[in-house]
């Protein structure tokens, strides 16, 4: 049985197939980067156009789409591509790999296709199809690729907002571009968040968000694919929520507050021009998503085990 990962340069990719490698399985990786997962049979494609994956597939693959358009500011930027690489390609690519005789199909959404309303604790079937261009390029693929008669098994996995790495617990093994970027990020974040600890007692209030690591996200990724699950749409999302106070609190170690007459202060501009992009996106802090991995936890006895405060404090 062999792994086909869709995207193997990405963040989620990259760490994907190097847990895969580390298991014993045989791993297909394809990507546009010349960059080569270790331990992986790679694939590099100039673009990401549907010919180039044609004879690819084997019977008895279980195909992982971790590629597409994560930023929601540069689907904004280039609608079409989010539409192609979130939405169309997966599709066809769905429908070609089930003709092929694959044994599942497991497509990388986001708890973003749906808008939660704020403050409520979400599962899968809460709330409205979401309507920014990310969103809605995955809520689009979500509901087309639901729709096709496949034969294989075919799921849809939401991750919360993902973070953490591999690299630290694999000593010297090199981990892919995708991966030290992010990983130079979450370092970064964590340490302005100590400096502000540090500063201010008092921060603006924000809404409460979701959060899932990485090691946590690539279990459930194959707890999907080694259970019986078909045409199931499942989160992935630790139980914790965090707002701004609670971030910097476990990065510092110093007890900072939420103050809402700051928040009030400071976003009055914004709610001036609460239609338009920029002022519209600020006052989404405000906003709590919550969301519910119920639904994974009763289909595949699976817990997230670790927590975005232990990585803030550094452990």
Known sequence: M??????????IGSALCQFLVERGAPVLSISRSAFAP????????????????????????????????SSAGACRKRPTEAGWLNCELPSRLLQAADSAGIESFLYLSSVKARSAPSGVIAGEDCGNPASDVYGRSKWQAERKMLAQNVRCRFNIL?????????AASEGDRAVS??????????????RLLRRWGGLIPWVPATGFRS??????????????EDSACDRETLIAAEPKFYDSAALITAASGAS???SSVLSALLLWPFRLFHK???AARVLELERSELYSAGRA????????????RDFLRGY
């Open 2 to 11: 062999r792994w086909v990962i869709v995207g193997s340069s990405g963040y």
């Open 38 to 69: 270790s331990g992986c049979d790679h694939l590099q494609l100039s673009r990401f156009a549907e010919e180039g994956f044609e004879g690819v597939f084997q019977a008895g693959d279980r195909v992982v789409y971790t590629a597409g358009l």
């Open 158 to 166: 939401r991750p919360a907002a993902v973070y953490g790495s591999l």
């Open 177 to 190: 571009p995708a991966q030290g970027t992010r990983g130079k990020r979450a370092h970064g974040i964590r």
């Open 211 to 224: 959060f899932i690591s990485l090691a946590d996200l690539l279990q459930v990724i194959c707890l999907i």
């Open 256 to 258: 900072v507050r939420s």
């Open 276 to 278: 338009r992009g920029l």
């Open 297 to 308: 936890r009763a289909r595949l006895n699976w817990r997230a085990r670790d927590r975005y």
